[in-house]
């Protein structure tokens, strides 16, 4: 890729379909699959509703006490799967996201909650204070460090396997700001 200005010319048109895959993938669906390990190393994964930011974090809301989010205080690496389980099978697109998790900070919690709820039109029915101090939950933030899109599938001995490619996070971040309505 080559930067001119402010327009990128990517090498191959493939590169840009897959990051507006990304894109569609993550404004397309609202709940994403998050492992996490305990200290002891057992793996553990939970469906959460999810909302997401130009910089490509991830938020959600969780118990203090459920598994994955004790998983996180001890171990704050996590993975993420975002995918339409309705699709046809062999249609499926998914986006797989590695990176880091911390509770939201108390002074950035209402405006993190009023964007986290408007994406499904549930905004006026919390503040930041409802996860704040003695509250059973939190608000959660995964900062994305690593990125893969579903790619197209590998023939091998007539099996479809199953491919990933690796997206740039700051080519896809910049697709993000450059949509980005929330």
Known sequence: MWKIGI??????????????????????NIYCCIATTSKAGSPWNTPVFYSYDQKLNLY????????????L?????????IYNSSAAPRTA??????GQVNTVADHHLDEIV?????????????TGDYYRDSSPE???????????????????ERHSIDTRK??????????????FLF
């Open 93 to 98: 697109t998914a986006l797989y996201l590695q």
């Open 138 to 156: 939190r608000l959660y933030q995964f900062n994305t460090q690593k990125a893969w899109i579903l790619g197209k599938p590998m023939n091998k």
């Open 114 to 126: 009023q964007r986290h709820f408007k994406r499904v039109n549930e905004d006026s029915l919390f």
């Open 73 to 81: 205080k001890e171990n704050p690496s996590a993975f993420i799967v």
């Open 60 to 71: 959600w809301a969780s118990a203090i006490d459920s598994m994955h989010s004790q998983n």
């Open 7 to 28: 327009i990128y010319i990517y090498k191959d048109a493939i590169s840009m379909d897959k990051f507006r895959q990304a894109e569609k993938i993550l404004s397309e």
């Open 166 to 179: 690796e997206l740039c996070i700051n080519e896809l971040k910049s697709l993000l700001k450059k949509k």
